[in-house]
């Protein structure tokens, strides 16, 4: 273990307080008025120093950052890992930037893909609730492969990823909020990734104010994503090209390439092109008062967000309810997203049940839990899963919210029990504790890592703004 | 010279011959039955042979190329290839394939933006007209890649490209057709570029049909490119990001990474993400039979497409009013696109000057030329270019079609000079010679190149269809 590595106590660090949900179009008259997102986002940017982020929004970062390191860390046992990795050995050759997780080095922008498509990889990782966006990924792969190259401390590396994370959702906030014109297909954190990914790598790398709005621009350019890719490996690989884009965004900013200053928010930029109805402000009011970061959760269950409120209500009633094989008929009220995201029924592969809301309720019942295994191959197979689904409906109910559920089960002898989520585990509201991350950190990181190697590495991220060098998670999570 | 490079007189290569535009929602009876694109195209690439392709189409690949790779040895000289070169350089280090016009030798990938991006830096390349795609550069560039690490014959490297232009151009056209629902900001290289290109290289590696399918996934998720990169180096990132996309998603799919099989056209999928409204039809109908790539025509001046016409037409008044200070005032009625696009006056960067109507409207009339030295930094601050750019107006006549334009010059003592432009110089009715493009061959790579490096290489490329290494282009075309 390196010596800036001091034994504090991970529970030290606090956890968030909720604030108020982001409106929309509160304040149009503003939006008439000349946007300037870019440099708006370059004065928060620059104008922000990590002893001006409130602590909350410090021990956010360090938070989201363990999650990440965990996801990515554990998602590195996929197929979806070896087969991007050996895809982009094949064409790139190997570099020398570590890879979370396995023994491979890559070529920077690889290792940004490859962290990131990792970190997603079980749809394990955080979401942004408001936005759908997993904003970390991107952010956090695209700056670890800078910190290789140069030497960033713990707070530098922190700032620049609760910045890139800031830029990032307030973007998605954006594009995702009700009558921005914006098709709910596209794949938000593919979208604003990016650029929240370069502007991070920007600061990182030492920009001017201006190279920075063109990194801005440069990964606003590549915005894409579509969830089309839902249900196959190429749900990892949306927030992983984000993170190669940010990076290439900033390090052809650094090298004079130029862009205009206005892609995100001027004539067939981002916003007007994707969003026409889109209202600017949103991405600017109140930056760097209130902060996208406290929006953002950790999952305690591995897939789609939107399923989380009937995976709690299903293990609620498991717990009450004794076999699954009791089990007649299941109801689920749902909110719309969790239908519209996961409809997916009787799915026949691990990738495809990450987005079936009927597999994972039907699991949390069988099998009174909801983890990594729930998600294998064997319970997939598995009949009394099948079964269960087979036997379950959903329907939305309007007046449900994001993290609410109902669930109701029908038992052969006619009982009927009822589960009403109101704060789904994971909510803001109810949010995981640190002890709960680091306990998903040692689960996942397991897979990977000997218990002295996930004990080291889980100490080095929780102490990270103690660190001088944040690389040096990189080289720790790496198999040597 | 190797062996291979047969002295055979490029004046042979047939030129096409104009085709009937391709009509929307003429089938829309069809459009509502399954739409099946990605199948449909797999099963056009695997069932399309080098000497199934129509003549007129082989020779046109032969064009294509041949002014491809004149932009692209020509760009090399340019700063945005020196700014995006070493950025890229800074990211991933050297790797091994080469950069026509270039000395430095980049990773695959990074070589595919590279080469991508020197073939548009002075917006010099090919246009589809009917959707202004600019279709070479993101496949071309992206199979030259490829054909640095296996070798691959000349026709199997054309077929690829012919395959990949097609497939591009029929995305692009199903996208931008009027009531398609997209928007106009799209920069439609940047999102049907990279399908291309991933088609194509799928291709060269030897992809299994699934795995063909996979690649058009993974490059349509990665679909991007907004038009506010116009007038600025950006201009020629977005078909090079294209280029890059496109390799790594068939480099991802070779490796057994996976996705949707219908991201192109299935559910949240990039027609109905980003053209909810298009006609899928589109992209299948007379597949194989109509070929896109006898829609494509090559630049005879280094600017906007759109542009075109009214340069030619000032062109024609210049050679009949002697000098231009004898000009009082200047009246354009152009198509639509051309002030859509190139509504810029008075610009003050050679980027800013590619995309404005007015520049190159008072440079040709005020040079009698409009090649790259009307472009460039003196060309800009000329006194008398910017003079007549003060005495001219535009308005769009939409009586007007793409390839035409009329210019009204009234001169100092009164007499008014008319010119009516019906088909512009390297329209499809007018298309560029092979002379003609051998001509701008030489003027192009001669930036680069020594005079017998340039006869090599011109010859090589024209001959491309007789050699049994493809990848021979990019080692010649290279500087060592």
């Given at each position: 273990m390196s010596e800036e590595l001091l034994p504090i106590d991970s529970t030290e660090v606090p956890v968030f307080r909720p604030r108020k949900a982001m409106t929309n179009?509160?304040?149009?008259?503003?939006?008439?008025?000349?946007?300037a997102i870019s440099s708006r986002s370059a004065e928060f940017a620059f104008g922000t120093r990590w002893d001006d982020l409130p602590k909350v929004v410090q021990s956010e970062s360090v938070r989201t950052f363990v999650n990440w390191v965990a996801c990515a860390v554990g998602g590195a046992r996929t197929a979806s890992a070896d087969a991007a990795i050996n895809g982009l050995l094949r064409m790139s050759g190997a570099g020398t930037t570590p890879v979370l997780g396995r023994r491979e080095r890559l070529q920077a922008a690889d290792a940004a893909l490859a962290n990131c498509l990792t970190s997603a990889a079980d749809t394990f990782d955080d979401t942004h609730?408001?936005?759908?966006t997993h904003p970390t990924g991107p952010v956090a792969a695209a700056i670890l492969s800078v910190a290789q190259t140069r030497q960033v401390s713990g707070q530098e590396f922190l700032r620049a990823l609760a910045i890139g994370i800031e830029i990032e959702c307030r973007i998605s906030a954006a594009i995702t909020?009700?009558?921005?014109?914006?098709?709910?297909?596209?794949?938000i954190t593919g979208v604003s990734g990016g650029i929240g990914a370069a502007a991070a790598a920007a600061l990182l790398l030492g920009a001017s104010h201006a190279e920075f709005i063109t990194a801005l621009g440069l990964a606003a350019s590549q915005a894409a994503g579509l969830?089309?890719?839902?249900?196959?490996?190429?749900v990892a690989f949306v927030p992983a090209f984000a993170a190669r884009n940010g990076l290439a965004a900033a390090q052809l900013a650094m090298a004079g390439f130029t862009c205009g200053d206005?892609?995100?928010?001027?004539?067939?930029g981002l916003l007007p092109v994707?969003?026409?109805?889109?209202?600017?402000t949103v991405i600017y009011r109140d930056l760097g008062i209130?902060?996208?970061?406290?929006?953002n959760a950790y999952k305690p269950?591995?897939?789609?967000?939107?399923?989380h409120p009937s995976i709690d209500g299903c293990l609620d009633i498991a717990r009450r309810a004794?076999?699954?094989?009791?089990?007649?008929q299941i109801e689920l009220d749902v909110h719309a997203d969790a239908l519209f995201l996961c409809?997916?029924?009787?799915?026949?592969t691990e990738l495809e049940a990450q987005v079936s809301l009927f597999h994972w309720a039907a699991a949390a019942l069988a099998r009174g839990q909801a983890g990594l295994d729930e998600g294998n191959a064997a319970a997939i197979a598995d009949p009394e899963i099948r079964r269960l689904q087979s036997v379950m409906n959903a329907k939305v109910d309007?007046?449900?919210?994001?993290g609410q559920a109902r669930v109701r089960v029908s038992l052969n002898d006619g009982t009927v029990l009822h589960s009403n989520v109101t704060q789904t585990t994971g909510?803001?509201?109810?949010p995981m504790t640190n002890e709960e991350l680091s306990a998903k950190f040692r689960l996942l990181a397991s897979h990977r890592l000997s218990d002295e190697s996930v004990d080291t590495l889980l100490q080095s991220c929780w102490l990270l703004p103690e660190s001088?060098?944040?690389?040096n998670i990189g080289r720790l999570g790496a198999l040597s």
């Open positions: 179009k509160t304040n149009s008259a503003s939006s008439d008025a000349e946007p609730l408001s936005t759908i909020a009700p009558g921005s014109g914006a098709s709910q297909g596209w794949y969830r089309a890719t839902h249900g196959s490996m190429a206005k892609v995100i928010e001027g004539r067939n994707l969003a026409p109805d889109a209202d600017p209130q902060f996208e970061l406290l929006g269950y591995p897939c789609g967000i939107v399923i004794g076999s699954s094989n009791a089990i007649a409809w997916r029924k009787l799915p026949t309007p007046a449900l919210a994001s909510s803001l509201e109810r001088l060098d944040a690389g």
